[in-house]
């Protein structure tokens, strides 16, 4: 069943003012994410979160809702993490801060995916929310790029079924392990040069980092949509996503909120089943 279907309201029947507090965990940074029903109404990201306590996740996210003016009581949450011992702060943050449990996307969820990887608990819920919500949102097959840690590729049929992906270095991943290790090199604003034959250092790295993370996108899609037949649409997403679509041949659309989207797809379909 479609997600997308079965979170549409009856005809005719008047819209509820309903808060979810969306949440994606990752690595480097967090990003959150408050709907009042159907509208994102706020999004901060925030770095990461790894050694808060759960009482200071608390204290963090009663704030962040707080500068909404919308009202806790009622409200719920819906968690995407790829990091386990944030994971269990944030849900138990979350339960005291709306005093019902926190939904966690899972594969085993019932999300309207089928999978055709040889292990699906091994696929991060960042990414499993995102083909959720390519799927439901432009439809199928799609290829979805995050540009965050890592740049991962999810390859998704327009039947939902989930074929596999890629995972390569991220952009400032990349960019920081070049500044670690050469000591000459300092650090520089990653943002598009005027050129790529660059008249100086910062130019220099700043030419190899945004261009060659523009041909690593641009390849891999290559060989992905030569692989899986067909004319995906390949959605970016992530803090970088801009900056490498502007020069790509292979993006199609820019969605930022990709995966606060699928979370408040997720946690639709799934109150409504």
Sequence with gaps: MSLVRSARRPAGSRARSDLLLAVDAGNSNVVVGVFDGLRLVAHHRLSSLTHRTEDELLLLLADLL????LPAAGGRMVLCSVVPDLTAHLVRAGQRLFRRPALVVTHELRLGLRY???DPSTLGADRITNM?????????PAIVVDLGTATTFDVVTARGVVLGGVIAPGVQSSAEELFRRASRLARVELRRPPRAIGRNTEENIQAGVVFGAVGQVDGIVGR????MGGRPRVIATGGLAELVARDSRTIQVVDP??????LKLIDAGLRRR
Excluded: P, Q, W
Aim: aromatic content about 4%; cysteine-free.
């Design 132 to 140: 959720v919500a390519a799927h439901e949102i432009y439809g199928g």
């Design 66 to 69: 707080g500068r909404t003016g």
């Design 257 to 262: 909120h990709l995966t606060l989207k699928g």
């Design 116 to 118: 055709k990887v040889l």
């Design 224 to 227: 992905l949509r030569r692989e």
